[in-house]
C-alpha cells in the first residue's frame, strides 16, 4: 500500500466515523426538542464530500506526497477535533438547533462564526495538494464554495427563526 493509500484510507474511516457520530448526536439532539432546518440541501453535502473522496482515491492513491501540504492538513485535524470537542453533543452534519440552548462562544468559536466550515473548505483544498492533484482542489474548493454559500444562508435562517440565542449544532 502506498503512503498516499493510507493516508486516504485513514481520512476516510475518519470520515465514517464522524458520520456515526453525527448521527448518534443528531438522535440525541432530536430527543432533547432539536427542530432540523434546510435538510433538503444535506445531499448536496453528502454528494460533494462523497465525490471529494472518490476522486482523491481515484486519482491519487498512488501519487507521491507533499509533505509540507500534509503537514499543514494534519494541523488541520486537530482544528477539526478542537471544533468537535467544543460542540460535544451538539455537533452533527446536519443544521439542528434546540430552542432555548445558548450560542457556544468558546474555543475556536470566539475567532470565527464558523470554524467547522473553514477547516473543512482548507482540507478540502489541501489534501488534494497533498497528493500533488492541484486540479482536483480547485474543482473541489469552487464546488464547496457554492454549497457552503447555500448551507450557511439556510443555517442563518434557522438560527434566526429559533429564540433565545438557539445552540449551534453544526459550523
Do not use: C
Request: charged residues 15%; glycine residues 6%; without cysteine.
Amino acid at each position: 500500500m502506498s503512503l498516499a493509500a493510507a493516508i486516504l484510507a485513514l481520512v476516510t474511516l475518519q470520515r465514517v466515523g464522524e458520520l456515526v457520530l453525527a448521527r448518534y448526536n443528531t438522535g440525541k439532539l432530536l430527543a432533547r426538542g432539536a427542530i432540523e432546518t434546510a435538510a433538503g440541501h444535506y445531499p448536496l453535502v453528502v454528494a460533494l464530500h462523497t465525490a471529494w473522496l472518490i476522486a482523491l482515491w481515484a486519482y491519487g492513491r498512488d501519487q507521491p506526497v507533499n509533505f509540507v501540504a500534509l503537514g499543514l492538513f494534519i494541523v488541520l485535524q486537530g482544528l477539526r477535533l478542537w471544533v468537535i470537542a467544543i460542540l460535544g453533543p451538539r455537533w452533527t452534519t446536519r443544521i439542528m438547533v434546540v430552542p432555548g440552548e445558548t450560542l457556544i462562544s468558546a474555543g475556536p468559536y470566539r475567532y470565527f462564526s464558523h470554524p467547522n466550515y473553514a477547516v473543512v473548505t482548507a482540507e478540502i483544498a489541501i489534501l488534494p495538494v497533498a497528493l500533488r492533484l492541484p486540479l482536483i482542489a480547485l474543482i473541489f474548493t469552487i464546488l464547496n464554495a457554492v454549497v457552503l454559500s447555500i448551507r450557511i444562508r439556510a443555517e442563518a435562517r434557522a438560527l434566526s427563526v429559533v429564540h433565545e440565542r438557539p445552540s449551534r449544532a453544526v459550523q
